[in-house]
Each structure stands twice: as structure tokens, then as C-alpha cells.
């Protein structure tokens, strides 16, 4: 039986909590946030113990293993404190705040012998596993052209996301098209370019992307976040290839057009989060076949490093 502790218990803590609570092989026994109220409710619904303070419930000895819900700026001290403690790690993307910083988490985990894994959702959605698979059986040929579209829209948004540390639109969103766009085309980027959009003296709240593969496919990736007014999500992932082309939308419908296959599926009822965390589990009762791992999430980093030195200096940045 896997000790899950919960660091972080804002909206996804409650959310990993209540998933959890339905798994087998886990048991939730603490919770630690700053807000004493709400590391008390999660208590009080699935049992354990509140903690103020993540340091405090690392060293408890009460959890085997935790998911990490905090703000990216400080999951450098998370990582290598539960490390510390022989602790596994879930975490949250982006893995860190800088390439440097996932150096020192890999390090601390490989000195430790425990898991970290990077909660790249799209890994575990039903509708991007089976484009994963689709690609890679050859339905749409080659891949040449990808494209990635992500606009929200939301008033109320924690002040760090825009500062120079929260690293806006390419900390926040840009991280999951640059984990998901290589791993479902099968192939690692080789040169970015970016150009940024936002309010002076913030982080970027929108950015374009075009990127390279190494195979020779291209991409075009856009990302906005409206901060003064709600509006749903609007996004849509295509790749066209060689014999057809696949997408997918913000319904979580999945096309596809080739010469072989005519497809339309809907997975708006597939329940990933609950996969993600069964694959945490399993990494932590013994396989330590972690994906997406800390590696992972640094290659992520690499790609959204070079996508903010090009927006800074107006040049196509190469990954070779």
C-alpha cells in the first residue's frame, strides 16, 4: 500500500485527492498547504494528517510517496527535500523554473533511488494515446505539418502566472504542447522560433511558436489567455501527413481522414486523471518505469528556454 501525501491541496490537490480516494493500492494519509482551512477539509473528508508546511509533512514519515501542487517556483526545494526523505514525486508541469534547476532534481532522484514523474496530462488522455498510436501505426502516413492551438480566457488568475518568475503563456501552457507535440509524432524538435504578446512589464500571456522535427516535419503552435473576461476553451491539435490527416478539439473528439480510414470518436467521459495516478502508483510500488519522467520534463524545459531566448532576441534558436 502506496502513502500518498498531498502538497498543495488547492483546486487539483482536491481533485488528485478525490481520484485517489477510489484507487486501489493508495492511501491518502497527509495534506499540507498554507491555508490551514483547506488542508483541514481534505482531512476531513479522507483522513490523515494537516500539515502547514510541505517540509514538515516530507519528514513525518507518514508518506511513501506525494503529488506536489505548488507553484513551479518551488519545486526545486519539493523535489529535493522529498528526495531527502527517500520520497517519491508527482509534480506538476513545468518541472521547474530553469534546465539548471531539472538537473539538480534528476540528480537528487537518481542519488535516491526514488520516482519522479511530471503530470504531462495529454500522456494520459484516451483521444491523445490513441493519435499516439494511430501515428505511429502509419494511418496518416508521414507527418509534415502539425499545428497546436490553445486560447482561454479567465479574470481571476494567481498574480505569480504573469510575473517574471510564474514565466506566463510559456510556463503555463507552452510546456504541454512542447511535451505532447514530440511524444505523439515520435521525434524530438530541432529549432524553435517565437515571437511574444503581452502587458508591459509581465510575462508573456500570448506567444506563436514555429518549430522543426527532427524527420523533417514542421510546426506552428499558438497560444493565448484572455485576463480580463471568462470564456471557454477553445483548442484544436492537427496533423496532417503524407496519406491524411488526424485532429483533435476541446470536445475531446478525435477525426480522422485517410485513404484507409474514416473515424469521428468522442472521449469526453474518459477519466485520465485517474490513469495518470494508477501510473504513479504502479511507478512507485516497484516498476520505476515513470513516464513522463523528470527527463521528460526537462526536454520541455530545453524546448520553452529556447522558445523564450528567440521571442528575446528575434532568431530561430537550434536544438541540435
Not at 142 to 165: K, Q, S
Not at 232 to 238: A, G, P, Y
Not at 303 to 319: H, I, N, P, Q
Request: proline share 4%; with cysteine.
Amino acid at each position: 500500500m502506496i502513502r500518498l501525501g498531498i502538497i498543495g491541496a488547492g483546486i487539483m490537490g482536491a481533485k488528485v485527492a478525490q481520484t485517489v480516494s477510489g484507487l486501489p493500492g493508495v492511501q491518502l494519509t497527509a495534506f499540507a498547504d498554507p491555508v490551514e482551512e483547506r488542508a483541514g477539509e481534505l482531512t476531513s473528508r479522507y483522513g490523515g494528517t494537516a500539515f502547514a508546511d510541505h517540509p514538515e509533512l516530507l519528514a513525518s514519515g507518514l508518506v511513501d510517496a506525494v503529488y506536489v501542487g505548488l507553484p513551479h517556483d518551488g519545486h526545486l526545494e519539493a523535489c529535493v527535500t522529498a528526495a531527502r526523505h527517500g520520497v517519491h514525486v508527482l509534480i506538476d508541469k513545468p518541472l521547474c523554473n530553469t534546465v539548471a534547476e531539472a538537473d539538480q532534481i534528476i540528480a537528487a532522484r537518481d542519488k535516491a533511488d526514488t520516482v519522479v514523474m511530471v503530470g504531462f496530462s495529454y500522456r494520459f488522455r484516451a483521444e491523445w494515446r490513441e493519435a499516439q498510436r494511430l501515428i505511429a501505426s502509419g494511418v496518416i502516413g508521414e507527418p509534415i505539418f502539425v499545428t497546436d492551438v490553445i486560447a482561454e480566457a479567465m479574470p481571476h488568475t494567481p498574480p505569480w502566472y504573469w510575473d517574471a518568475g510564474g514565466g506566463g503563456i510559456l510556463q503555463l501552457q507552452a510546456h504541454h504542447c512542447l511535451d505532447r507535440l514530440p511524444w505523439l509524432v515520435g521525434a524530438p524538435l530541432t529549432e524553435v522560433t517565437c515571437r511574444t504578446a503581452g502587458l508591459p512589464g509581465e510575462a508573456a500571456s500570448a506567444a506563436t511558436l514555429t518549430a522543426s522535427f527532427a524527420g523533417g516535419a514542421i510546426a506552428g503552435i499558438t497560444l493565448s489567455f484572455g485576463r480580463t473576461y471568462q470564456a471557454d476553451v477553445q483548442s484544436l491539435m492537427l496533423v496532417q501527413g503524407t496519406a491524411g490527416e488526424l485532429r483533435i478539439d476541446q470536445h475531446r473528439v478525435l477525426s480522422v481522414r485517410s485513404a484507409t480510414m474514416q473515424r469521428t470518436e468522442s472521449y469526453a467521459d474518459d477519466d485520465w486523471l485517474a490513469r495518470q495516478m494508477s501510473a504513479f502508483v504502479q511507478s512507485c510500488a516497484g516498476s520505476r518505469d515513470a513516464a513522463p519522467s523528470a527527463e521528460d520534463g526537462r526536454r520541455a524545459m530545453v524546448y520553452a528556454a529556447a522558445a523564450a531566448e528567440s521571442a528575446r532576441d528575434g532568431r530561430t534558436v537550434s536544438l541540435r
